[in-house]
T-cell receptor, first 116, second 113 residues
Framework: SAVISQKPSRDICQRGTSLTIQCQVD?????MFWYRQQPGQSLTLIAT?????????ESGFVIDKFPISRPNLTFSTLTVSNMSPEDSSIYLC?????????????FGPGTRLTVL | GENVEQHPSTLSVQEGDSAVIKCTYS??????FPWYKQELGKRPQLIID?????GEKKDQRIAVTLNKTAKHFSLHITETQPEDSAVYFC????????????FGAGTRLFVKA
């Protein structure tokens, strides 16, 4: 399986500021995703990070709030912009890895964000 | 829209007993069904998966069954141990019309020693 790292692992931020989270994979992967997991909740897909083009956002998430970059097949960033306490959550990077077109998703260790 | 329902939300069993978690999906195009285990403060980890052309799969104490007609799939853990205590998520995934995975709400499993 792919080895996925995220930086930072956690951060405490002030309201109104922005934080960029990095996701690095040790091998080239076709698909990369960004999820949010609020305390005690399930995994909610924010967007699919597309290499060389704009990310595809899920309903309720917009590019102005969560800009995403994916400059190559091993790296992506998610920015949480103009943060409010409601953005406090764990943000997880995920990749699809495998031979088949529908294959397993592996998750990064997550970034625990607290907004004051 | 598509969704995955997961039951129960909480499950408490005695060590050595079996645990069963059930999921129902709505998207008939789903063809891949992974299960993840998430321990407190850690990332979700894949524990077993099943594809739509298979009805059952087993890996040691863990088994998964799939009924495509009824759109049901279940996780079975036998001889539970305290280290099985975690949150378990089912998911339904498809790759037609765009790749999409939908996760269930999760089941918090407590195994009492």
């Amino acid at each position: 399986s792919a080895v996925i790292s995220q930086k930072p692992s956690r951060d405490i931020c002030q309201r109104g500021t922005s934080l960029t989270i990095q996701c690095q994979v040790d091998s080239q992967v076709t698909m990369m995703f960004w999820y949010r997991q609020q305390p005690g909740q399930s995994l909610t897909l924010i967007a699919t990070a597309n290499q060389g083009s704009e990310a595809t956002y899920e309903s309720g998430f917009v590019i102005d709030k969560f800009p995403i970059s994916r400059p190559n097949l091993t790296f992506s960033t998610l920015t949480v912009s103009n943060m409010s306490p409601e953005d406090s959550s764990i943000y997880l990077c995920s990749v699809e890895s495998g031979y088949y077109s529908t294959d397993t998703q592996y998750f990064g260790p997550g970034t625990r964000l607290t907004v004051l | 829209g598509e969704n995955v329902e997961q039951h129960p939300s909480t499950l408490s069993v005695q060590e050595g007993d079996s645990a069963v978690i059930k999921c129902t999906y709505s998207d008939s195009a789903s063809n891949y069904f992974p299960w993840y285990k998430q321990e407190l403060g850690k990332r979700p980890q894949l524990i077993i998966d099943i594809r739509s052309n298979v009805g059952e799969k087993k890996d040691q104490r863990i088994a998964v069954t799939l009924n495509k007609t009824a759109k049901h799939f279940s996780l079975h853990i036998t001889e539970t141990q305290p280290e099985d205590s975690a949150v378990y998520f089912c998911a339904a995934s498809r790759n037609t019309g765009g790749f999409k995975t939908i996760f269930g709400a999760g089941t918090r499993l407590f195994v009492k020693a």
